[in-house]
């Protein structure tokens, strides 16, 4: 039986950055992971491979306006998709990052596990058959995606998003139900790799989380640029497949049937609390989800339990910074001299990468409202900006939501190009807690993305300059 300070099980981006801020602090950290590969969803199901394929999609689709940059040569109609290589591409960038994290484990000096993890009670964890002994545990074991009665996936024509990251043919007609952030970026990958794409979401808008003229406008989009028929308030009630494909029996607005060359489930994940050995310890489960305090401790002294299987934001980055939160703690708790700070759940940024972007921060309008703030936005479109016009993609718009009294801004929504990028200096600026008039008076460079940013902090005052 080995012995440890911490242990922490599943090596996603949550756990394997606990692992990481331990092992700093001096606790001789162990990490276990039951799949081959180190990295846990994010990198070999999620984040990771999914952005490769919309890169490759990105590409693809730059080729076709070629002429329009004046590069002669390319032969747009000759232009073919081709998945295996994409997969393949996928494949090398996974497997280099996840034996990044392997030699970070190393450098670290943290012992890597290999083999499902499941607590025993009183600190005691069994891995593959063996007994480890540990001061303090996080769980990270994250989710998965969850069975849907009626809508089974087979990963042949009715996927679920591990299966279509391993897709070797283009779908002729893409159906996708849930139009989240996994649908809409596998809509944006699909829809210009040259699939027809049907997009069903039940909610009012897509991305429903959002703010509503996000939603709104990027359906235009969608179904403008890229042809897709956009259906929400919807729902797929029931399947038949067929050897060929998949009719899907639509109920609600826009009420039928579509026959897709393939569904894919882009609803439904559950977090990976199932086998796992809650039932030794006093942790209480919510609805699914592993109930924590603002330090990320569990119901039972010493467990900690951060990322997908706790009710807080679903993202990566929220799963690395409540790691540092646990692993923190925990090392506190053993007498280092460490000031964990919880995370700050307002000032989370999410970031969805369709085309175009999405990156937001902070409440939206119909939130801020609804916390009770006298409300007062600045909205600023990318179209007369020179910059977006230069790299081809003047659309969407970016939102600020700013409370009237004092002018401090509440949240920032932009839709449009490098939304995913420009979203990181709105980080900077909630966190500085800016007011509508400071970031008036803050100068940003020309020609740049960023200049929509003082224009609707002026646009709140309604004097934006270039519109
Ligand atoms: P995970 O990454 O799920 O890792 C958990 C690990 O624990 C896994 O390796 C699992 O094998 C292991 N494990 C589970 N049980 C055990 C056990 N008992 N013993 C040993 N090991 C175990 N988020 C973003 O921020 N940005 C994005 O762009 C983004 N894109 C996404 C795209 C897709 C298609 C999907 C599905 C998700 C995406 N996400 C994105 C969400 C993100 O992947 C998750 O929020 C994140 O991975 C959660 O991290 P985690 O550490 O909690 O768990």
Redesign the pocket.
């Known amino acids: 039986m080995a012995s440890f300070d911490l242990l922490v099980?599943?090596?996603?981006?949550?756990?394997?950055i606990a692992a990481i801020r331990a092992a700093q602090l001096g606790l001789a950290t162990a990490l276990?992971?039951?799949?081959p590969?180190?990295?846990?969803?994010?990198?070999?199901?999620?984040?990771?491979?999914?952005?490769t394929w919309l890169e490759s999609a990105h590409r693809f689709e730059q080729m076709q306006v070629a002429d329009d940059y004046g590069i002669d040569g390319v032969d747009a109609k000759s232009l073919k998709a081709n998945l295996a290589t994409i997969v393949k591409r996928k494949g090398r960038i996974v497997l280099k990052n996840a034996k990044g994290i392997e030699f970070l484990m190393k450098k670290n000096k943290v012992t890597v596990l290999k083999?499902?993890?499941?607590l025993l009670g009183g600190g005691k964890v069994d891995?593959a058959g063996e007994v480890h002994e540990a001061k303090r545990i996080i769980l990270?074991?994250?989710?998965?995606?969850k069975p849907i009665p009626g809508l089974e996936t087979d990963g042949v024509r009715v996927l679920n998003?591990?299966h279509i990251?391993d897709l070797t043919e283009l779908p002729s007609h893409l159906v996708i139900l849930g139009a989240g952030?996994?649908g809409v970026?596998?809509a944006s990958v699909f829809s210009r790799l040259g699939s027809k794409v049907t997009l069903v979401e039940f909610m009012d808008t897509i991305l429903p989380l959002e703010d509503e003229e996000i939603g709104v406008e990027l359906a235009k989009i969608f179904k403008k640029t890229y042809k897709m028929d956009v259906r929400t308030k919807t729902k797929i009630t029931r399947i038949e497949k067929r050897d060929d494909g998949v009719v899907c029996f639509l109920e609600g607005e826009t009420p039928g049937e579509v026959v897709g060359s393939h569904l894919l489930v882009a609803v439904g994940?559950a977090p990976?609390v199932e086998?796992?050995g809650l039932e030794k310890t006093k942790a209480q489960v919510d609805r699914g989800c592993v109930v924590i305090d603002k330090f990320m401790q569990t119901g039972e002294p010493g467990l900690y339990a951060?990322?997908?299987?706790v009710r807080t934001?679903?993202?990566?980055?929220?799963?690395?910074d409540?790691?540092i939160v646990a692993a923190e703690h925990a090392a506190q708790s053993l007498g280092k001299d460490v000031h964990p700070h919880p995370v700050r759940y307002d000032r989370f940024p999410?970031?969805?990468?369709c085309d175009p972007e999405v990156g937001t921060i902070g409440l939206n309008e119909k939130a801020a409202k609804a916390k009770g703030y006298d409300v007062q936005v600045g909205t600023f479109p990318f179209a007369p900006m020179a910059k977006a016009n230069i790299v081809g993609e003047p659309h969407g718009f970016i939102k600020i939501v700013a409370d009237k009294k004092y002018g401090e801004i509440l949240g920032i929504h932009i839709l449009g190009p490098k939304a995913t990028e420009l979203v990181a200096s709105s980080v900077a600026l909630m966190g500085g807690e800016f007011t509508v008039n400071e970031l008036i008076n803050t100068m940003y460079p020309h020609p740049s993305l960023n200049e929509v940013f003082p224009e609707a902090a002026r646009a709140v005052y309604g004097r934006a300059l270039n519109m």
């Open positions: 099980i599943g090596s996603g981006p949550g756990g394997y276990v992971e039951k799949d590969g180190l990295g846990g969803t994010c990198l070999h199901r999620g984040c990771i491979p999914a952005k083999g499902f993890g499941k891995v990270a074991t994250g989710s998965a995606p998003s591990d990251l952030a996994i970026e596998f994940r990976m086998g796992i951060i990322g997908d299987i934001p679903w993202l990566a980055h929220v799963a690395s409540e790691g999410a970031c969805t990468y």
